[in-house]
């Protein structure tokens, strides 16, 4: 192991103190009894239930055997309720109890699956994980052997390489985020970089649609990823992508879904625009560029918009054309419904997925493949995705489907419905 992780993670040994055996009796006791209150509550909602005898028929039964389970302060021991459902009808119509916070078969703490993949792009290698996982978590960590390691990363590049092959058929998504990222992790090629697509469909959910490695943000990379989704089903396009100024996603878009509308991302124009103006005026110009994507209307926003223009063209030429020349695209936003804008002016959901990515890898001496990088990612990608939040407004995602038009984020009342959206719906 480089000497510089070893000394980030600390020796072994270092939570094998009395404060850490005090925070996990604690964890023991909490675990302990939230399990029993959500054992509770499940039989107080079935509480009126009875048998044919007239006795209770979801109660308590005792507990299942002991089991550790891993967490960021080591393993912590918990015993599950049973709960017994006394109807002697067929399997799939008994009652049974599984506690949200303790999954069946749960071996390890959300926490620890994302600390695998984490280690991994930072550049431990599979033989000094046993060390560096009893610095963090004790030396008794269960079953995080090199060997049960490689098990590991063998299983996610296969959970990968099946999510690649999913069928599509049945997907559609409303909107797309688009960006590439470049991660510290040295791979085989310096200009390779991670494209990821991320959709929310007609119910409002977010979902990684479409994820792999191309080069430097290529309009060839860009149209091959949205190829292959086409290939593998998914025939309807999006209405809005959202994405920075990249040209090679633009061009792969026109390319590949040519009814797509375009919105960039103001979060990376911000920055462009503020990168061509001296650091002194960048709280003032923020400030200015703000008050266009706040507008209320897009007549505002065209206003704060030349606004701009006039106050720094004179003697920032570049600054001022670097927000012009995206006029248009950077206000379709204006014309879904208002509910969703805050969603579709940035790329933030993808830079705040990546963010734990970026800043906890760091240069190797050795060289990562792409197929394990990308396998690391995925699972922690995959992490991730259980906490996007939903999108606000999702009723208006039919009628965006349907071709409803909005102005300045308000439905029109007379709308004429697109016929191909409505064909393709139906």
Known sequence: MPKSNVIALSQPGTFTDLLTEVLRTGARALLAKAVEAEAADFLERYADLKTEDGRQRVVRHGHLPERAVMTGIGAVNVRQPRVRDRDAGADDARIKFTPSILPPYARRSKSLEV???????????????????????????????????????????????????????????????????????????????????????????????????????????????????????????????????????????????????????????????????????????????????????????????????????????????????????????????????????????????????????????GCMSNATAIAMVFKLIEVAQRSWRRLDGTHFLQKVIYGVKFTNGIEEEATTLNPQAEVAAA
């Not at 797309?176 to 990222?181: E, N, Q, S």
């Not at 309807?236 to 509308?261: M, S």
Request: proline fraction near 3%; aromatic fraction near 8%; charge should be positive.
């Open 115 to 365: 600390l695998l993949p984490i280690l991994c792009l930072k550049g431990v290698s599979t033989g000094d994980f046993g060390e560096a996982l009893a610095a963090l978590l004790g030396k008794d960590a269960p079953g995080l052997s090199a060997s049960n390691i490689a098990r590991l990363k063998d299983i996610w590049a296969d959970e990968h390489k099946a999510w690649e092959k999913r069928d599509l058929s049945t997907k559609r998504y409303v909107y797309v985020w688009a960006d590439g990222i470049h991660l510290q992790a040295r791979l085989e090629d310096d200009a390779q970089c991670i494209l990821v697509l991320i959709g929310a469909t007609p119910e409002g959910n977010k979902e990684l649609i479409g994820f792999a490695d191309g080069l430097r943000e290529s309009a060839q990379s860009w149209s091959a990823l949205m190829l292959k989704l086409k290939h593998h089903g998914l025939r309807h396009a999006p209405e809005l992508a959202i994405g920075d100024g990249a040209l090679g996603f633009w061009k792969a878009l026109g390319q590949v879904w040519p009814t797509t509308r375009e919105q960039r991302c103001w979060v990376h124009k911000t920055a462009n625009v503020l990168n061509k103006l001296p650091k002194s005026l960048h709280s003032k110009a923020k400030g200015e560029l703000q008050q266009i994507w706040m507008a209320e209307t897009k007549a505002d926003a065209l206003k704060a918009f030349d606004l701009f223009e006039k106050t720094y063209a004179a003697k920032y030429e570049k600054a001022a054309a670097c927000l012009t020349k995206d006029r248009d695209v950077l206000l379709q936003f204006y014309d879904f419904p208002a509910e969703h804008w805050k969603h579709l002016r940035t790329t933030n959901l993808i830079e705040s997925t990546f963010a734990t990515v970026r800043h906890r890898t760091i240069r190797t001496k």
